[in-house]
């Protein structure tokens, strides 16, 4: 939450994936209110994550496949993962990722 260029973290990789015409949904995977509020803020739907895939040592592919299956996305054609702590990227990443 603390902010990096005059905004939280997270909101880069949310802008991000919201300006990348493939991306039909973003949806930030969290267990904590403030972020949970940010990411709302920035326009994305909330996942509250399981106890279980909420701990410092549960792996991101865990979190991943708790959102697919509670949420549905069996369907999807991909699902893109942005790390939030990672928030350096080009504005064409994604955008020229999209098929």
Request: charged share 20%.
């Amino acid at each position: 939450m603390l902010p990096v260029g005059g905004k939280p973290l997270i909101a880069w990789s949310i802008e991000h994936a919201l300006a990348a015409r493939c991306v039909d949904e973003v949806i930030v995977a969290t267990d904590d209110q403030e972020i949970a509020e940010a990411a709302l803020q920035c326009g994305a739907y909330v996942f509250w994550r399981s106890t279980e895939s909420a701990t410092d040592n549960a792996p991101s592919e865990m979190v991943l496949q708790e959102v697919i299956a509670d949420m549905g996305f069996s369907a999807c054609e991909a699902i893109v993962f942005l790390q939030a702590t990672s928030p350096i990227r080009q504005d064409a990443t994604l955008i020229a990722r999209c098929f």
